[in-house]
């Protein structure tokens, strides 16, 4: 590994005075454990870290906002602060549920939720939960700020819309206490591997009907993905074996699904029309 300077700033306008916007080799760090495995690998040489570990609100914190309608997740907000949050517990279920086949519990003992989204990987779990929750990052910048739905951060493989000077500050999650929510990891190895597939939906039924819904797809294409088609296809509509057949049509006709070393694109062509399915089914009859 190169050389290369740690700076762990105390403040935030600390921090955002030691990034650059120009230069790709600063960076900042929150776990570590996807920036250490590319300078491993030699495919980062950084010349400065900087650290975020010592910034106070909001890059951490767990909480409701004022008036309870969102959820409130810090940047340096590690997985496991977030498997064990009886909040996130109580509002997003399906996110302490994606916890469970996430890595390892050394993993989840450091890596964050900022880290996690500024990654850009489109094999990662939590970016289609986020996605399908409706979530927005808060991102800073020594300009100011702006707040983009999660949906939006994704550009393409590895990369994302938040620039080099700019800093994920937090996660607002809508609390949306009549929709419900999974997320299905499908893996070809063991259950903790990444994904061949993952499918996160989060929807509002009336009885068997389908009011609203966000279907995402990841780990198939460069990015995670809505399928607004196969979301069209059931919205306002009663769900029964037709109209799940429509919508899994119209998901494998919006995409074009790319082969990598955990299937080929007609296998994850496949797991999508069957997994898409049943997810929907399962949360429809929770
Ligand atoms: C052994 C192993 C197994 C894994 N298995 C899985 C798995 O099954 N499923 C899965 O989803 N993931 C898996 N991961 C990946 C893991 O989820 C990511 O490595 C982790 O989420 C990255 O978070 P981090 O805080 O460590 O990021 P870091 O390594 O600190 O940073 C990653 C990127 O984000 C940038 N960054 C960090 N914080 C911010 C911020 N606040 N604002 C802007 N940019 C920021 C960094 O500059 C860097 O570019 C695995 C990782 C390992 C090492």
Do not use: C
Request: hydrophobic share 45%; glycine share 6%; no cysteine.
């Amino acid at each position: 590994m190169s050389q290369f300077e740690l700076a762990e700033p105390k403040s935030l306008s600390e921090a955002l005075s030691l990034l650059d916007r120009h230069d790709p080799a600063i960076r900042p760090i929150g776990g570590g454990t996807a920036l250490m495995l590319m300078m491993k690998a030699q495919i980062f040489k950084p010349i400065r870290l900087v650290s975020l570990r010592h910034l106070g609100a909001p890059f951490k914190g767990l909480s409701l906002s004022e008036d309870g309608s969102h959820l409130l997740v810090g940047a340096m907000t590690t997985f496991s602060e977030l498997e064990h949050s009886p909040l996130v517990q109580m509002h997003h279920p399906v996110v302490v549920k994606t916890m469970r086949t996430l890595a390892n519990v050394r993993v989840r003992n450091v890596a964050t939720v900022g880290g996690n989204l500024a990654h850009g990987d489109p094999h990662l779990d939590l970016p289609p939960v986020w996605t399908a929750l409706a979530a927005a990052v808060r991102v800073v910048s020594r300009t100011g700020e702006r707040v983009i739905p999660v949906e939006d951060i994704f550009a393409g493989y590895y990369e994302t819309t938040i620039s080099d000077g700019e800093l994920i500050a937090e996660l607002r999650v809508p609390v949306r206490p009549t929709w419900r929510s999974i997320y299905v990891k499908v893996t070809t190895r063991a259950t903790h591997d990444w994904p061949a597939l993952g499918i996160a939906v989060s929807a509002e039924f009336v009885g068997m009907r389908v009011q609203d819904l966000r279907i995402v797809l990841s780990a198939a294409l460069d990015k995670p993905t809505r399928l607004v088609a196969a979301e069209q296809a059931l919205r306002g509509q009663d769900l029964d074996e037709r109209s799940l057949v429509r919508a899994g049509d119209a998901a494998v006709a919006e995409v074009d699904i790319e082969t990598d070393s955990r299937g080929s694109a007609a296998y994850k062509t496949h797991l999508l029309r069957v997994h898409l399915a049943r997810a929907i089914q399962s949360i429809a009859g929770a």
